[in-house]
């Protein structure tokens, strides 16, 4: 009862790890001495032996035809017996391997046994020593624990050693009952509420799309129409003053690459795409971190739409952000918001509650405002935890390049996906440098050595 014991003591990390190996003690004991081995094995010689009834009709037929197939045919009956006569002996092995299994089975159940018996004295003393500076921790051995613990016990090990003992006698065990209507009836359910939400939000959407196109808009004028000269010099001038000459010329060195191989056009659209993704995250997210930053319960209500948002695969959300914006870059802009704007909502939350109570109340103390206290004593001691979120904004965004030139989106990101579609290997990879190199000189500028 050793499984029942760890978990009636409220020990579930080791009543868990106990209770698989047991199961699989079972499962081997079981299976050895009562379980049908072959069964797989017999199946798939009835299988072949469907196939081989075929193709000795069809010898038949080609031998009384006087076809010039009967050698293949011949051939192949031939091959079919060998490979069931081998499968047959196959199946006799295995039936004839239970006492080892068996064997196998008892020797782990009794090691695990050992093992239980020589640790649970230690872990009834750590779980005494835990009870003494917490209260709260559960003691002694409550009967609803034994109860769950006996029967989780009793249904995980009764089920898995039926499964696998005595494979395809249950259904239920293997395959999940499940109903299609219930699936068409959430589909159209689905479909429905986009349905509602596109012709009633039409307003609110063109809105949205309306002002990441002017800000995108805006970019795009800056980045591709302004001379190469200038966004160059820019660049190395904002690099070396945040990261210092060396990292300078090494963003110089970037820029010639994509400049000599023909990308600098689309590095600089990508930079367009990508700053308006990354300043509209920012400017969202910074706000709403610091707003949510002394509101418990706020934070605990946004946590797990941020959690959605970064666990969704980006292929998912794209459905309704393509059903609501439609396709081509302010689509991309939304998408590229959705998989990159959390870190820098949950960092700023982050540094803001790093702040030390002490150095706050000093402040306090001395007759700072609230305006004051944020800005000149939370704002300064958060900044690394800031900047690090608007990092990994920024490089998450880049990361969604190559996904976002799948509805519209220009810039590297298309010349990737031609060569994922059509194999173009040089391509991909110089066009890949690309986007590695703008992450570097972004990551340079916001995360430079220089304070």
């Not at 709260?136 to 090990?157: E, R």
């Not at 219930?182 to 986009?194: D, N, P, Q």
């Not at 001379?227 to 904002?238: D, E, N, R, S």
């Not at 609230?370 to 004593?377: A, E, G, I």
Request: one cysteine or more.
């Amino acid at each position: 009862m050793g499984p029942i014991w760890f978990g009636a003591r409220g020990l579930w990390n080791w009543g868990l790890t106990f209770l698989i190996i047991e199961t699989f003690a079972f499962v081997e004991i079981i299976r050895g001495l009562f379980g049908d081995l072959a069964t797989s094995a017999w199946e798939r010689i009835a299988k072949i032996e469907g196939t081989l009834e075929l193709r000795k009709q069809q010898l038949q037929s080609a031998i009384e035809s006087g076809s010039d197939k009967v050698d293949v045919y011949r051939r192949t009956v031939e091959s079919l017996e060998n490979a069931i006569g081998g499968i047959r002996l196959e199946a006799q092995q295995l039936e004839e391997s239970g006492l080892q299994i068996a064997s196998v089975g008892f020797a782990v159940l009794i090691l695990v046994k050992l093992a239980q018996a020589v640790y649970a004295n230690t872990a009834l003393e750590n779980r005494f020593s835990e009870w003494l500076s917490d209260p709260s921790v559960s003691s002694g051995m409550p009967m609803k624990h034994m109860l769950l613990s006996a029967v989780f016990t009793f249904v995980i090990v009764a089920t898995t050693v039926v499964h696998y003992s005595f494979p395809n006698t249950y259904s239920l065990l293997t395959n999940f009952p499940t109903e299609p209507e219930i699936r068409l009836t959430s589909i159209a359910w689905v479909e429905s509420f986009f349905a509602f939400c596109v012709t009633n939000g039409e307003f609110l959407f063109d809105f949205i799309t309306l002002g990441i196109r002017i800000l995108l808009d805006g970019l795009e004028l800056a980045f591709v129409q302004t001379p190469w000269m200038v966004i160059a010099a820019f660049i190395i001038l904002l690099t070396g003053l945040s990261a210092g000459p060396r990292m300078a010329i090494l963003s110089g060195a970037f820029l010639a690459y994509m400049g000599l191989l023909g990308f600098w056009e689309k590095a600089m659209t990508t930079l367009a795409l990508l700053g308006t993704a990354a300043c509209l995250s920012i400017v969202i997210g910074i706000p709403l971190g610091m707003f949510c930053a002394r509101r418990p319960r706020l934070y605990s209500f946004i946590q797990p739409i941020m959690d959605f948002m970064q666990t969704m695969p980006a292929f998912v959300f794209m459905i309704p952000v393509i059903a609501f914006f439609g396709t081509g870059k302010p689509a991309a802009v939304v998408t590229t918001m959705i998989f990159g704007g959390t870190p820098v909502v949950r960092l700023t939350v982050l540094g803001l509650r790093g702040v030390p109570e002490a150095v706050r109340e000093a402040a306090v103390s001395f007759g700072a405002s609230k305006w004051y206290l944020l800005t000149r004593v939370d704002l300064p001691l958060a900044s690394p935890s800031i900047r690090a979120g608007i990092n990994q904004t920024i490089m998450l965004s880049l990361a969604m390049v190559v996904v976002a030139s799948l509805i519209g989106a220009k810039g590297l990101g298309e010349d990737v996906l031609e060569a994922l579609q059509y194999a173009n290997v040089g391509q991909g990879i110089l066009a890949g440098f690309s986007i590695l190199f703008c992450a570097m000189i972004l990551d340079r500028i916001v995360q430079g050595g220089k304070k």
